[in-house]
Structure formats: C-alpha cells, structure tokens
C-alpha cells in the first residue's frame, strides 16, 4: 500500500518566480519577463496588451519632442540637461557603488574611489556637485539585499530507491560553512546500494547566518540537516519533486533575503522523497529482489516518511561574484559515496526597495540607457580616435554597468536591447563601428526566441528598428556621397546593408511591424531616388553661366563625365557590396536611371545647336561623344537587357562629324609639313643602333596615328555611315603619304645644290629609306583601320566587291605612288654610283705598253670603292631598298666591264686587260652575292654576265692555252663528228706505263677522195702529238705511201716515247693526217682525225685506277672519220693571229691556216 505524501508548512512554490525550461511546456503567461521596475515582492504572471498592428513607414509617428526657443542660451540648456538628466543617473550609479554586493565579474578589480573617480569625470561633475550628490545619496535608505537563485538542473546523482524512480527536491538555505554537523538526516550508510536504481530529488534552499551556526554547534545529537532546526520553516524555499530521474530539471527561480553579506552563507540541500510504507511490504519485496537485502533490511529500519540525503552546496556570499552561472558539486555528508553528482545554479545580487527618490520614479531600464550613453560618450571624447568606435568601454565602465544591471534585476534581453538603442542613435551622431550594431541585433534575435519582453519595451524595439532602417535607407540612398568607393569606406556600407538585412530577418521586426516589407525593393527604390538627386545636384554645380554654346557644351561634358566615373564607381566597387550583403544590382539600377536622365539632357543641349555648327563648336562636342560612347559601352555588363535610349546617342553628333574628320586630316597635313621642313636627311641615332630613316619619316608616322585613333574614338554604330567614314579615312591618309613623298623630294632637292658627292648619296639613302617606311605604313592600313572587322559589321549593307574596290583601290594607288618615287630615288642613286665604277674600270685600260701592275693591284681602287659604298648603302638602306638597288647596279657594272672590253680589244696587251677585267668580274661578283646575303648566283649569272665571261676568259689565256683549247675543241668537235664524207681511218693505240711509251698501229684508211687526175690518190698518213709546246722533243711519224688507192692499207707500227704526265696534259692529242702525195707539188690534204691521249688505252682512268696494264694487251681498234676544218671561224686563231709578237702563236696560226685553204669546206664556201 502506497504512502500518502504530507506537505511541510513551507512557502509555496507559486511564491517563486519561474523560468520556461526546455524539459517541460510552459504557458505562455510564464514566459514574461518580469518588468524591472515592479520589486520581487509577490511573483505573478502578468497579461500584457496585445501587439498593436502598424505598417512600417506608415502607422509609425516620431517621437515627441520637447520644443526650445531657438534663442536658448547654450550655457542655460547644458545646465538644465545636467540637473534634469544627468544628476538623476550620476546619483543612481553612486547608491550602486554604496550598496555594491558581490565581486565584479571583470579581472581588474576597482576601489569605491577609482569608482567615484571615473563616474565623477565621465559625468564632468565638479568636486563641489560630487561631494553634494554623495551627501545626498548616504543620507537616502538602504535596499533590501538579496540573493536570486535559479536551479536549473542536477545530473549524476544518487539513486537511493530500487526499482523505484524518486522524485527530487532541492532544500536551499545560508549557512555557515564550518555549523552543519558532520551527519545529519539520512546519516552514514544511507543509501549503499543507492546507485542501483533512481531517486525522487528536490532540493531546500535558505540564507544562514553566523548565529544560527554556532547554535548548531552546541547541539549534543548531530543530523544530517540543519534546514529544519535552525532555520524558520517560511525562510525554506523548497523545488519541485521530480519523480524517477538522476538528472532533473527544475529552472525554478527564488529570491533570498539577507541582512548582511559577510558571516552569511547560501546552503542547498538536495533530498531524495521517500513514500511511507510498512514493514510487511518490504519484506514481500525482499521475496522479489534477493540483490537488495541490505538496502530493504535499511530501509525496514529507517522511520516511516524519512527522506534519504542526496549532498548539499554551501557557498560563502562574499565569495561569490555579483552574478554566476556554474554548475557546482553536491558534498556529502560521509565518504561513503563521496560523488553525488553536481547541480547548476544561477546566482546574482539584487536590491529590492531601492529609494525611488534618486531618479524621479523612473525605470532602472531607462537609467540603464542614460548611463550606457554617457559612458559611450565619455569614452569616445577621452579617445578622441578618428577609427570608428567598435563597442569597447573602460574597466570601470563595465564594471558600473554590470553593478546597477544586477542590482536592478536587468536580464541579459534588457540590456542587450538598451545597448542596441543606444548604439544606433551613436551611430547616426558618433562614428560607431557597424559590427556592434550587429552583434547587439544577433543577441536580441537569440533572446528573443527565449524570453518575452514587456509591452513598452517591445514598443520600443520595435520603433528603434524601425527608425534605424529608415535611417539606413536615407544613408543608403546618399551612399556615393557617404561611402565613397575607398578601401576603407566601402566595408562601412557592406556592414550597413548587412545590418539592414540582418533587422528584417528578426523576429522581432516582423512580429513588431507585420506589414509586407521587402527590403530588396525599398533598397532600389532608395537608390533610384538618391541617383536622380545626386543627378539634379551634379546639373546645379555645372550650369553654365552664359548661353554661350560652347559654354553650355562644356557644362554638358562635365556633366557626363561626372556620371561616367559615378557608373564605373558602381561597376567595379559598389556593385559588388550591394550584390554581396542585399543581392541588388546597383549598377544595373543606377545605369538604367541616368540611361533616362543623360539622353533627356543632351537631347535639350544639341537642340540648341542645330544649324550653328562650327569647327570649334564641333570640336567641343567631340568629348561628349566619347564619354556617351564610354558609357554606352557599359551596357554590356548590364544583368537586365532592354530598350536603352542611349543607343541612338550619335545621331546628334552627325552635323559635328565632317568637322571632325577635316580637323584631324589638316591637323595631321601641318604636322607632316613641318616635320619635312625641319629634316635634314640624317638617320637617326636612338641609342647605340641607328635607325635608318630620318627624323620626319617617324614623325609623319606619329602624325598619323590620331587619324587611326580617330577612327577607333568614332566608333560608328551605324554600319553603313561607318563604311563611308572608312573610306574617307583611307583617302586622307593615302593623300598625306602620298604628299610626304613629294615634300620629301623637294627637300633633297633643295639640300643637294650645296653638297658634295658623297653627301647627297647619303641623302639620297636616306630619302629612300623614308620612302619605303611610309609604303610600310601604307601596306598595315587595314590592320590599323581594322578592315576586317568593319567588313563583317557592313556584310549586310555593303557589297564585297564594293569593298574591295574602294578601300583596297585606294590603298594600291598610293602604294604605286610611293614604290614609283622609290625606283625614282633608287635610280638617281645608281647614277651616280655607275659614274664611279666607270672611272674606275677606264683607269684599269692599258696603254700601248703593257704596265707593270698585277691584276689585283690595278682592280684594287675599285673593289675598295665598291666596299665602301655597299656597305654604306647596306648600313643605311633598309633591306629591300638595299637589294632593289643592288640588282640595276650589278647589271650596270657588267655593262661597264663590257664596253670597256669593247673599246679596248683591238689595242696591244688586251691578255692582260682581260685578265683584268676578268679577275674583277669575279671580284664584283663575290661583292654582289656577299657569301649569300646579297644577290642571289641565278640573279648575278645573266645573259650578258655569261657572255661577258666568256669572253673574258677566252682573251686572258695565254698562247700556249689557247692552243690547247684550240684542241679540246678539235677533240670534242671529232667526238661529234658523224658520217664519213672525207674518209676513215683505222688504228689501234696503246700505251705502256712500265716503259712510258706510245705505240700506234696504222691499219687502214678508207674512202678517200681522188685528189689525182686519175680518179685516184697516193696517201699516207701523218702521225704528230699536239700541242708542241707539250711534245717538244717528238717528232712527227709518216707510213708509207701507197700508189693509186682510195681504201689504201697500211698496217705499221710507231712508238713514241712520252710521259704519262704528258699524255694527261690539257688538249694533249694524236693528230693523224692523211696526205695525197705530189712529187712536183705541195702533198694533197685528204683530211685529218683528232684522238685525245687521255682516252688511250693505258692512260685512261678507269684502267689507271684499276689493276696493273700488260704490255701486250690489245684493245679494239678505233675508227675515225677524217674532218676538213672551216676556214676563218676559228675564234682561236683570231686571237692567235691578233698576238703578232708571240712567234709560237703565228707559227700555230700560219700551219693552221695551210690547213683552211687545203680544207675541202673552203671550196664549198
């Protein structure tokens, strides 16, 4: 049978103030804050008035305002504001440090006069008004000290009941530490087998001072408790029973009253409830669980209804801080189970009935406020820092705050809520960072999920919310001016949006103004605002003062470029705030307003101008053009694509475009002129490498450029109206090139009468150089003008083959212009230098005499000559101008070599001229080709050079090797000699290198021609070795005759003894003749056949380089048709003939000349 539970005469728990806890369910009237300034005399729940519904910007009204005469006298309104405002809360925070309870939770620790101290300076209290006010306040009364205590929960306790979960219950009370007995109720032993189930907890909570302790003391029988004997049953304060559990939860609140804070302690005793039942019962359980004999023979024993002890908390209250939050270990009363978990209790110093006389009834709350203002303040003037101000407060400060908060009961949610207060209305008077502010809006937001605040204080969250929001919009809309796009500045905004978006996610904004606000929206609308403001500002500033056109133009272009860096201040710095804290694309939004706002403007303004354009009007609308163009171009970067009244912008420049393109062109045309006037055709020095072209060919490059730039400034939307600007483009730089090139001819002209000849070669050099860099220029126009790109805009508007044949017509035709002048220039260039080669090559002709000079050292002059001037012209000609005029020169030198061989071939000791002249041709030629950098072999061996050299080389060969040409060409001629018209004959010839000896064996000869009157000859043959000069020592060799015999046969033998170096020799040969014999008359010729040694059998190469001959090897017999020479068409012999003082020569001659007239070929002629 269960026990019936008595209930102890103790206060009853509705005299506690309770807190919502998350193990059980509290209504909703629990879950109020209490407010602060009603005293913690009778707990009650409280109804508050419902939350009035209001729209934000709409129901709100601002706040009252007390109204002062202008004329005010600042010295009389400081002083009201310090009786009115500031003594009431100078007098508060001296009564807080009067009656200070309990240690500062801050690490330093300030003196009562370090106190007065500080409060006496931040307030700028004099020493008298000090001195005054603490008068007043010792004579004021004194609070009620108290200790408010929240128990939370316990975990890890004792399980005193089997099988039974027990309820807890905590017994709170003061007690000095060393008075409770050693063993008390629930004494040693109790509770042996506790862990082995659960209990019923609940704890007694009282205040005990050192009398109640040293009473206890003198007691003869100890007890486990010391609540129930020293301690009045209405000064216990009892928790709830919390059945069955070793971790309960109770966040039950109790205030405690005590007189003085030394010599008082705090004691807790947490008990487990045990139900009376009978001796008979615990022995049927005993039946049922033989595991807990000792704990039921125990508890059989114990007196019906007696609680088991669980531990007890004792703490010294001047030990304690003036708040704590801490989770302390319950003690027990023997060592028998020495841990019995622990208990988290919340403890903080109060006052209760503070004299109200200090501030004029009003609510610790609102003094909170004052006095976190005024510290904030003092703070920041004693700084005097130019960094924003980022929620930092001196020790003493914090430790005041901290005081009067406990004192006065604030909760963390009131004073989280007066620190948001104050600091936003620092922020829009004080540089306060914007990280405070968000921090003080995330505790709020976490507060406000766990407590409820009273209806004024709701009220007024929700009008600081409010106010700031509209406040921050107002900043929001005059950001460019507030937050200029600086590293320092822009973080401030970021901070700022953040705070806004962070307000308007709050719960408490959207339960204190639950009409719709979308915040994303308000932004834009702030930013559309504040950019047409800032729009009609900027217009102001700029107005002109005048109706000058040119005026007005300047004050539009100052205008634009304002909103030109306004729009990439958005694009690249503000933009990325905006998107990053609010997603809102402010450069979108604010490039679409001035979209309307800048074509509205410059419409008005060039509707002034319509039909009085001029050339310095349209030169000052040409930057407005570009700054439009600039900003038009930023569409790209737009998030939202539409109609833009910008992209028709250039239709009001069109009557200003022809003054542009005219003022470039002429611009450009002085320019040119006089950079050629002041060019006095040197190259130019930059550096140690010279540049080749003189100082106006890179000037008139330079004077070009601003057409180019034009173009790409122009950027014409229009296709077609680009086409046609293109073209007139091209026809202005082709003129200006073009007419360089006469300018630049004019000047050499004008430099030359007075130079020598050297030095108008070098301008000549020069003037071709500049003419080949301006055709350069000419060949990159349409990279420069972008040709391509104009004709992929224009392919739907203009004709491929109306492309071509304006702009590329143009460009051909000026570059025909400049190549003309170039070969003009090249080919004055070359006369000059075709003067100096001839001199040279006419003072290389010989006299009658032939000199004493070496061939090198008569061409010496000229190869000098020639190296300095094509290195010069190579050093100051570009390349290709070097190589155009290389190619006329060479062909002219070879000319000039050839005239004067012409000239000269009939004078004595031309061998030696041709020597000359020869050794020079090949001089020029490795000149001209300059191992592969100049002309190339097939350029330098034309026509005329080929005929040249040979002529050359055949009239420097001396005699001796004109003779053995003369036979070469004999063998040769015998090689491709066919037919037998004047006979064969047949032969065989070998030669022995082991005795060096030639040996031919006549055979036969065959169809010979009668030379007899009687059908018939009497031939011979004639052997001989050619050239003489080679065989001088061998003597011809004759067969016999036969007598009247056209096929006659011979068949003799002849050797001649000669070397194999001889044989090898150039043109050596075998000569065989055949002769009609006469008795009374010179011998007949029959005809002649020429073999060269080199193919005779022994001496050939093959069989040289083969094995070893034998001196009876045989080879086949040779048969060769017998030739009859032409008479005079030998150009050996008429040079032969021409050397009348060599007697070899004219004893050659004169032997061949015997054969020409013999020769049947000079009957046919």
Known sequence: MQKTHTSSPRRSLAHSITMSGPSEHISRGEHFLQTPEKEHVLPRQRQFSPIHQRKLGVTRKPKDRRDFKEEENPEVKARRHKEEELKPLYKELLYTILHKIGKSTSAEVFTEAQLHLYIQEAFTMTKSEHDTLVEKVQNTEPPVYCLMVTVKEAKGILGKDISVVCDSMVELYSIHPFSLPAHGRGGAGAGSLGHAGFSDPYCLLMMLEDEKIKTSRSQSKPCKSVVKDFVADDKIYQTEIKKQTLNPIWNQTFVLEFGHISGTAFHLEMWDKDEEVSLTQKLEEIRTSLTSIRRMIKEAKKEKGTDDFLGNIVLKLQDLHCTEDNWYKLEPRTETYPDRGQCHLNLKFIHKARDETLSAGRSAYTNYCGILQQFVQAYISKEQSSAPWKGALCGEAQTLLELYATQNDLSPFLQDLAKWVAYSKLYQ????????????????????????????QKQELGDSLHGFLQYGLCLVAKYRDIFPPTPTATPKLHTLLRILVQICKTQAFQKLNPAHFELHDEINDAIQTGTEEWFTIKKGLHQPMTKDLKEIGSALFKLITEVKEDIKHNKDVWNRVFVSAVQVDVFTAVYQKFDCLLTNEVKQTLSLMDGQMEQNLAKSLFPIYLSLQTIHKDKAFLQRRGFLQLSSFHEGFREALPYWLNQAFSTTQDRVERAVQVDQLQ???????????????????????????????????????????????????????????????????????????????????????????????????PVQLKWEGLRERTQNVIGQSQFENTLHSQKHQALSTLSREIKSALATLGRKLYTDIEIHVRSMSTRRRIPSKSTEDAAAPLMRYLEQELEYMNENLVQENFNSLLTPLWENSVKILHQMFNQHSQQEGLMVFSQRLQYTLQCLEQCFHAEGNGLSLQKLHSDEYQTLKALLTHHSMTSQQLIEKFFRRKITEQKNYSGEKYGAVTFLATYRISDQRLRVDVLNALKLLPMDSNGFSDPFVHLCLEPHHIFPEVEPRCTQIKRCDLNPLFDETFEFLVSLDQCLAPGACLVITVLDHDTLMTDDFEGEAFLALEDVSGISTKEEEGQSLQSDTSSGQKRLPLMHPKPNEDSILKLLESRKSEREAQAFVKKRRQREKQSQEAVKS
């Not at 540089?431 to 605040?453: G, N």
């Not at 002209?749 to 003419?771: K, P, T, W």
Request: charged share 20%; with cysteine.
């Open 429 to 456: 008077s004080l540089e306060v960072d914007s990280s405070v502010l968000l921090q003080q809006l995330t505790s709020i937001e976490y507060h406000w999920h766990q407590q409820e605040l009273p209806y004024q």
């Open 683 to 781: 190259p130019l020095q930059i550096g140690a490498v010279p540049i080749k072209h003189s100082s106006s060919a890179v000037d008139s490059v330079a004077c070009i450029q601003p057409i180019y730039q034009l173009w790409d400034q122009l950027s014409w939307p229009d296709p077609e109206e680009a086409f046609m600007l293109m073209v007139k483009t091209t026809e202005d730089v082709c003129k200006i090139v073009v007419n360089y090139s006469h300018l630049l001819k004019q000047r050499v002209r004008v430099l030359s009468e007075n130079s020598d000849h050297g030095s108008a070669i070098n301008m000549l050099c020069v003037v071709v150089n500049d003419l080949e860099h301006m055709r350069s220029v000419l060949e990159k126009l």
